[in-house]
C-alpha cells in the first residue's frame, strides 16, 4: 500500500483538509497576539479561547447525532461555514464580550470537523490503507498549519506597512486566510463519497456499553494529553512575541517551521509502524518530546528553541494518525461516532481548562511555569496509554 493508491474520495478530501487548515494555523498562532495588541491580559486571550475550546466539546455529541441525520458531507459543509464566518466576525470586534459569543459559534463549527472526520476518512478508506489515509490527512492538515502560519505573518508585516504595527495589520491578514474555510466549501460540495451502511442512531441507551474499561482509560489518556497541551499549544505564538521579543513574521516562521517537523512526522508514520509497532512508536515518540519541552520552557536562545519547536511537533504529534485509528479500532461499528464525540468532548474540555490555567498561570507567574506541568500531564498521559496497550507493545516488540 502507499499514499498515490489511495482511494479517490480520500484524495479530493485532502485538498478540502489543507483548506481549512490555513484557517485553523492561522488563528491558533496569531489570535491571541492579536487580543494582546488589544491591550488585554494573557488571561483574557485564555478566556476567550477557552470558550471556543468548551463550546467545541459541548457540541460534539450534537454533531456526532446531527451527522447521522444529514450525513457527514453536510455536516462537514456546515462546519466549513460557520468556521469561515464566525473566523471573520470575531476579528471584527475589539470587545471582550462579543469576541467570547462568537467565539463559542466558531466552536461549533469546529466541532463539526474534529467530530465527523475520522468516522469519515475510517468509512471512506478500506482497512488496508487507513493508516496511510489517517497518516495523509494529518500531515496535509500540518502541511496547511505550515503554510498558514507563514503566510498570517508574511501577510501581518505586509499590512502593517499600511496599517501600522498593531492588532489592525494582524486583522486583515486573518481575515485573509479565513476566507479558505470559505472557499473549502466548493470542493466539499463536489465530493462524492461511498455509500454508507446504515448505523444505530447515537442515543442516550448505547451509553452503558461504551464504557468499558479500555473506552474509559483511552479517554483518560486523551484527557491528559490535551490538558498538557492546553497549557502551552495555544500560546506559542504570544510565547514567542513577548518572551523572546519577536516580530510576527518571525513567528509565523518559526512556527511553519515546527509544523514541517509534524509533516514530515505524520508521512512517516506507516514505515514507523510497520518497523516498530503502532503501540510502541506512539509511547516512544511522546516520551522523547519531553526533554524538548524543557529546552522550549527555559530558552537558550532563538535558533535553539525553534529547533526544540520543530523536532517536539515532530515527535509528540507524529502518533495522532494511529492515535485516531487505534480509537475507531477499540469500538463496535455503531459506537464509532460517539467515541468521536466523547474524544472530540474530553480533548476540548481538557485543552479548554489548560488554556484558562495556562493563560492565568503567564499573567500571574512567568512564561516558562506551565511548561512543569506540561511535561507531568504528559508522562502520566503516556503511562496510561502504556497500560491500556501494554499486552500489544510487548507483542510488538517480540515480533522485531
Not at 504595527?165 to 466549501?185: E, H, K, N, P, Q
Not at 513567528?251 to 508521512?267: C, D, E, H
Not at 526533554?291 to 520552557?297: A, D, E, F, K
Not at 515527535?315 to 455503531?334: A, F, V
Amino acid at each position: 500500500m502507499s499514499y498515490k493508491n489511495l482511494n479517490p474520495v480520500i484524495k479530493k478530501f485532502i485538498v478540502v483538509v489543507f483548506m481549512y487548515g490555513l484557517t485553523s494555523a492561522s488563528f491558533n498562532g496569531f489570535f491571541g497576539i492579536y487580543v494582546k495588541e488589544l491591550g488585554y491580559s494573557e488571561s483574557v486571550v485564555g478566556s476567550i479561547l477557552s470558550l471556543r475550546r468548551f463550546s467545541v466539546g459541548i457540541c460534539a455529541f450534537l454533531i456526532a447525532a446531527l451527522a447521522q441525520r444529514i450525513g457527514h458531507k453536510r455536516s462537514l459543509i456546515m462546519g466549513l461555514f460557520i468556521v469561515g464566518i464566525s473566523s471573520i466576525a470575531i476579528v471584527s470586534v475589539e470587545t471582550i464580550l462579543p469576541m467570547q459569543m462568537i467565539a463559542i459559534i466558531f466552536g461549533f463549527g469546529q466541532a463539526a470537523m474534529l467530530t465527523v472526520e475520522s468516522p469519515f476518512i475510517y468509512a471512506q478508506a478500506d482497512d488496508a490503507e487507513r493508516v496511510h489515509a489517517f497518516s495523509l490527512t494529518f500531515a496535509t492538515r500540518n502541511a496547511a498549519f505550515m503554510t498558514g502560519s507563514l503566510l498570517t505573518g508574511v501577510l501581518s508585516d505586509f499590512f502593517s506597512t499600511k496599517y501600522g504595527d498593531g492588532a489592525v495589520s494582524i486583522r486583515y491578514a486573518l481575515i485573509s486566510i479565513s476566507l479558505m474555510s470559505l472557499l473549502a466549501i466548493l470542493p466539499l460540495s463536489k465530493l462524492k463519497p461511498r455509500h454508507m451502511a446504515p448505523t444505530k442512531k447515537l442515543d442516550f441507551y448505547e451509553f452503558k456499553g461504551f464504557f468499558t474499561k479500555i473506552n474509559v482509560l483511552f479517554l483518560l489518556y486523551t484527557g491528559m494529553i490535551g490538558l498538557g497541551a492546553g497549557l502551552i499549544v495555544p500560546f506559542f505564538g504570544v510565547y514567542l512575541k513577548y518572551m523572546l521579543d519577536t516580530t510576527e513574521s518571525l513567528v509565523g516562521l518559526i512556527l511553519s517551521f515546527a509544523q514541517l517537523g509534524t509533516v514530515i512526522g505524520g508521512l512517516s508514520v506507516p514505515y514507523l509502524s510497520g518497523k516498530f509497532g503502532n503501540y510502541k512508536i506512539i509511547v516512544i515518540t511522546q516520551l522523547l518530546s519531553i526533554p524538548l519541552l524543557i529546552v522550549i520552557g527555559f530558552p537558550q536562545g532563538l535558533i535553539v528553541v525553534a529547533i526544540a519547536f520543530f523536532l517536539r511537533s515532530s515527535l509528540m504529534n507524529m502518533g495522532q494518525p494511529l492515535i485516531r485509528n487505534i480509537s475507531m479500532k477499540i469500538i463496535e461499528d455503531h459506537h464509532r461516532p460517539l467515541m468521536s464525540a466523547m474524544r472530540a468532548m474530553l480533548n476540548n474540555f481538557s485543552r479548554a481548562m489548560g488554556i484558562l490555567i495556562g493563560g492565568w498561570i503567564m499573567t500571574n507567574y512567568t512564561y516558562n511555569t506551565p511548561y512543569a506541568f506540561t511535561i507531568l500531564f504528559y508522562i502520566i498521559g503516556t503511562l496510561i496509554f502504556f497500560s491500556i496497550f501494554k499486552n500489544e507493545i510487548v507483542s510488538e516488540s517480540k515480533s522485531f
